[in-house]
């Protein structure tokens, strides 16, 4: 298995992972896609882990809209205590699309394991790695949604995009209703927004694909 430092199991072998897993109690279940994987004010049970698929953290208003405070995909995490002084009602993580999640009693992570296994000083560094993408994640969508205009937040969210993927050309990982409420946005004031700057040359959208037109 290929790992990289943002990967649960970099610097761990593939014989050790099992005997690992056991050791923090971890487990794995998939969901279907639209399926609520938890609620945020449920019982803290640790913290759960992307292996395969997506899912989003959504945070649904009193007045009936929602908000997608996250976009989670493989190798991300998430847990209550990631929202601790949040207010966790009406947050959910449901799945965008069929994935599976690993999760880690909280407990194991934080408390020496009584073998002083090598591998667990491993994981919770690996761990403490893969917080501090999330940290990064969710810098880079205040700086998105904090933008007083719908033109600058779409920007700075594909500048975003753009610089994650290395190229001018890059796919918007939501639907377009998604988009909006990921940003915080009238989606029909964002699709008009889209249009106007398709036409001024700014951008080339087609579906979910979109080029910047970076003008020298």
Same mark, same amino acid.
């Given at each position: 298995?290929?790992?990289?430092? +943002? ?5 761990? %072998? ?7 897993? %056991? ?23 640790? $913290?759960?882990? !992307? ?21 989670? %995909? ?10 601790? +002084? ?11 699309? %069929? ?8 407990? +194991?992570? !934080? ?8 591998? +667990?000083?491993?994981? !919770? ?5 893969? !917080? ?9 969508? *205040? ?6 205009? $719908? ?27 998604? *988009? ?13 927004? @889209? ?6 040359? @700014? ?8 080029? $910047?037109?970076?003008?020298?």
């Amino acid at each position: 298995m290929n790992t990289t430092k +943002h990967d649960l199991f970099y610097g761990i %072998k593939e014989s050790e992972q099992s005997e690992m897993l %056991k050791c923090f109690n971890s487990y794995t279940r998939s969901y279907s896609a639209g399926k609520v994987i938890c609620f945020f004010d449920e019982p803290d049970a640790g $913290i759960g882990i !992307v292996e395969e698929g997506e899912a989003c953290i959504i945070h649904s208003l009193s007045n009936g809209s929602q908000t997608i405070l996250e976009h989670l %995909k493989p190798g991300d995490l998430f847990g209550q205590m990631f929202y601790y +002084h949040a207010n966790r009602e009406n947050i959910t993580l449901e799945a965008s699309k %069929k994935c599976t999640i690993r999760y880690i009693d909280y407990q +194991h992570i !934080v408390k020496r394991c009584i073998k002083s296994c090598q591998h +667990h000083s491993q994981l !919770v560094s690996n761990i403490l790695m893969m !917080v501090s993408d999330k940290t990064k994640d969710i810098c880079e969508h *205040l700086e998105a949604v904090s933008q007083r205009s $719908i033109r600058d937040k779409l920007m700075t969210y594909f500048e975003t995009l753009s610089s994650k993927n290395n190229s001018n050309t890059f796919t918007i990982p939501f639907t377009m209703s998604s *988009l909006a409420d990921y940003l915080s946005i009238d989606r029909s004031a964002m699709s008009r927004e @889209l249009g106007k700057m398709k036409d001024e040359g @700014l951008i080339y959208i087609e579906k979910r694909e979109v080029t $910047i037109n970076r003008f020298k």
